[in-house]
Structures are given as C-alpha cells and as structure tokens.
C-alpha cells in the first residue's frame, strides 16, 4: 500500500470510527428502514426463560371479561399482586410481562387468537425499557409502540388504554435519560389523538428522583414491593379505583 493510498485508508477509518460513536441521542430523531424493522417484526423472546414464561402464561389464558390486563417485560412479570391493597381487591387482573422483552417480543406474543377470548376493560402497558437498553433509537421505539397498540385493537375491541411512560434507570436516574425523555415526551404528545392514557410515575417511583430510593432494587432498573406498591397506588388512582 502507498503512502498516500496508506493516508486515505486511515481518514476511512477515523470518518468511520468518528460515525459510530457519535453518541445516540446526536441521532435520535433518525431512523431509517431496519430502524423500524428490528422494533415493530414480531419475534420470539430471545431468552430460554421468556419462552418458558411465556407459555406457561399462555397455559393459563382467561376467559371472558377481565378489569385489568398487564402488558410488557419484566417490570409487569414482577408485579407483585399484593401490592394493589385494597383497591384492587374484587377486580380481576391478568400480566402478561416477560423478563428481557422489548416491542417485537410482545408483539409476537400478541400474534394468533390465543387472547382474543379474554375481554380486558382496561389495559395497561409498560415496555420500552429494554430496547433503550439496546439502543434501538427513540423513533425507532415510537413505531414499536404503535404497532403493539394496532395490534391490541385488532384483538380487542373495547377497552381503555393506559401506557405507563418508561421508568428512569441507572445511577442518578440518568442511563439513557436523553432517549428515554424523547420517548416518553411522543407518547405523551401522542396520546389525545391515539385515544390511549398515560401514566408518568417518575417522580413517585424514584423517591422524588433522589438516590438511595426505596422504590428500586440494586440495579436501578427493577422495583422492590414499594415500588410496586407504589406503581400500583399510581395506577389505581388512574383507573377510578377507590382504595
């Protein structure tokens, strides 16, 4: 290789190295085609243990009309139903979360007629999480979102809505701060004219966004009981519940 040839190789790879690592939230509003594609093609879930839960869920499909149906990953998965007190007592409620799962895993969950028996008033979904974890970029995470959301009118005809925005995570609650307040800020912008609720309990879950919080397991991402204690006051109140 010349000298000159050797010089045009190296300006290659600093132009590529330079566009790689431009930071995420310098691209957010970008997406193009595969983009859109990883977040909104139904796939299976990519650990042995979402599809174990998945089909002992499925096992245990219910029938018929339901108060509350839960949708989305871990966050829903670990919802303790104590947590909901009083004001959930009487009123039944169905999760369908799975540990690890971003848009495309719960949109092929919702695929085939396997749900189509249970008659929910109310849903509520809580995802997201896990692709910002994967930098899948915000636009990218919106059509997810709406693809769920087509999909669960296509399943359902009459129900309500609620999309819970996605939790700050990570030390200082700022892992992927920039993304995830892109996100929530569309769905929130979003959410009069797609006819969906939304629920933001940022402020409550993280202790007022101060750290140590009650509200958060050691990873800053899952919740312990108060969490969801707490998460499930939130949602209540949303709903009308009377405690």
């Not at 809580?126 to 995470?141: F, V």
Request: glycine share 8%; proline share 5%; hydrophobic share 40%.
């Amino acid at each position: 290789m010349s000298r000159t040839q050797s010089l045009l190789h190296r300006r290659l790879v600093l132009c590529l190295l330079a566009f790689l690592f431009v930071p995420i939230s310098g691209r957010a509003a970008e997406c193009d085609d595969m983009d859109i594609q990883i977040t909104t093609t139904p796939v299976f879930p990519q650990f042995t243990l979402g599809l174990h839960q998945h089909f002992e869920q499925m096992r245990q499909v219910p029938t018929g009309p339901i108060d509350l149906l839960l949708v989305g990953d871990s966050l829903v998965w670990g919802w303790d139903p104590h947590a909901w007190g009083k004001s959930g007592e009487g009123r039944p409620k169905w999760g369908i979360g799975i540990v690890g799962d971003r848009t495309q895993n719960v949109l092929w969950r919702l695929q085939g007629d396997a749900l189509k028996n249970t008659l929910p008033r109310n849903v509520l979904l809580l995802i997201g999480t896990n692709n910002l974890g994967a930098l899948d970029k915000p636009c990218a995470i919106i059509a997810g979102f709406e693809a769920i959301v087509h999909r669960m009118r296509e399943l359902w005809s009459d129900f309500r809505l609620y999309i819970v925005l996605i939790p700050p995570r990570g030390k200082n609650w700022n892992e992927m701060e920039t993304e995830r307040r892109i996100v929530n800020q569309e769905l929130t912008r979003r959410a009069e004219s797609e006819n969906w609720a939304i629920i933001d309990a940022d402020k409550a879950l993280t202790c007022g966004f101060k750290q140590p919080c009650e509200n958060y397991r050691w990873d800053l991402l899952h919740l312990t009981s108060s969490g969801y204690r707490e998460l499930s006051r939130i949602v209540a109140q949303a709903l009308g519940w009377s405690s």
